[in-house]
């Protein structure tokens, strides 16, 4: 049975850093990534960022510069580094692991396995 679990949010107030974890236990692919998705009432997942296990990391737009995504393989732990934390970038953030067919490039239909999401208020 595969399992996804997010920890780490919280709220902060602008300007402030928060660290989010996620480890997914029970899927063994050899190629996967691994990514964080955030989401607020009303509107659909945004990518925010994504690790392979090749390496290769996608940022979106909104948190470059801002935020450092990180694998551990060996544990299939994510960790999402946020700095410089602004209001809109408070969401519900979602860790997610690709499956068998899925694929990477941030896009939320290439991830099979998520978790219940982690709450991150950010205030003025």
């Known amino acids: 049975q595969v399992q996804v679990e997010e920890s780490g949010g919280g709220s902060v107030q602008a300007g402030g850093s928060l660290r989010l974890s996620c480890r997914a236990v029970g899927v063994t692919y050899s190629s996967y990534c691994m990514a964080w998705f955030r989401q607020v009432p009303g509107k659909g997942h945004e990518g925010v960022a994504e690790?392979?296990?090749?390496?290769?990391?996608r940022y979106g737009d909104s948190v470059k510069g801002r935020f450092t995504i990180s694998l551990d393989t060996a544990e299939m732990t994510s960790y999402l580094q946020m700095d410089n934390l602004e209001p809109e970038d408070t969401a519900m953030y979602y860790c997610?692991?690709?499956?068998?067919?899925?694929?990477?490039?941030?896009?939320?239909?290439?991830?099979?396995?998520w978790g219940q999401g982690t709450q991150v208020t950010v205030s003025s």
């Open positions: 690790s392979a296990n090749d390496g290769t990391t």
């Open positions: 997610a692991r690709t499956g068998r067919y899925g694929w990477c490039y941030l896009d939320p239909r290439g991830y099979e396995y």
